[in-house]
């Protein structure tokens, strides 16, 4: 199986500044099937970023989201107030079928 | 607008089994691509995918945990359910239900907002 992993597992940043966020796979992982999501505390998680780029619906433009094969990159370009939260990556793997979720990297305010 | 939400039991105890239910509205699991997820987080942990079933009513799961799953739906009345044997202190987490589309990937969304089962005796 497909093992996420994300670094770093803590960033400290200031709001403005731009975050990166990385997700490295054990394996190549077909684009399409690479997605992040935003999970702010004691709240579900929320789809931001789907086929390794794409924007999920109401995501604003300064998420973007980049990589293919095993190394993906999630960008925040200028970081609001809302935006400090943790971060996940996911991918799927066809064999056997199978999701798998990265450890995640929380974003904090420094 | 599509919505999800997860329900069961807050508290079990060890060894016995799990049913939680996924009522779910604003689409339906008998149009091709459809499926749903169950997926867990435990206090302060990441998330981790526990078992899909799509509209074609084919069934995926977990590799560490496909003894203890068993996911199906009643398309009828918009719901899947999930069970899960032989509870122990490790399985205490929020339990997720989320849509995705086999057809059509694009990531789990929406997501119910999740319910907390602490195992415990």
């Known amino acids: 199986e497909i093992v996420l992993t994300q670094s770093p597992g803590t960033l400290s940043l200031s709001p403005g500044e731009r975050a990166t966020l990385s997700c490295r796979a054990s394996q190549s992982v077909s684009s399409s099937y690479l997605a992040w999501y935003q999970q702010n505390p004691g709240q579900a998680p929320r789809l931001l970023i789907y086929?390794?780029?794409s924007r999920a619906t109401g995501i604003p433009d300064r998420f973007s989201g980049s990589g293919s094969g095993t190394d993906f990159t999630l960008t925040i370009s200028r970081l609001e107030p809302e935006d400090f939260a943790v971060y996940y990556c996911?991918?799927?793997?066809?064999?056997?079928?199978?999701?798998?979720f990265g450890q995640g990297t929380k974003v904090e305010i420094k | 607008q599509v919505t999800l939400r997860e329900s069961g039991p807050a508290l079990v105890k060890p060894t016995q089994t799990l049913t939680l239910t996924c009522t779910f509205s604003g689409f339906s699991l008998s149009t091709s691509g459809m499926c749903v997820s169950w997926i867990r987080q435990p206090p302060g942990k990441a998330l981790e995918w526990l078992a899909l079933?799509?509209?074609?009513?084919?069934?995926y799961y977990s590799t560490s945990l496909k003894t203890r799953l068993t996911i199906s739906k009643d398309t009828s009345k918009n719901q899947v359910v999930l069970t899960m044997t032989n509870m122990d202190p490790v399985d205490t987490a929020t339990y997720y239900c989320?849509?995705?589309?086999?057809?059509?990937?694009?990531?789990?969304?929406?997501w119910g907002q999740g319910t907390l089962v602490t195992v415990s005796s």
């Open positions: 079933i799509d509209w074609d009513d084919d069934k």
């Open positions: 996911q991918q799927y793997g066809s064999s056997p079928p199978t999701w798998t």
């Open positions: 086929g390794a780029s």
């Open positions: 989320a849509r995705s589309n086999l057809v059509v990937p694009a990531g789990f969304d929406p």
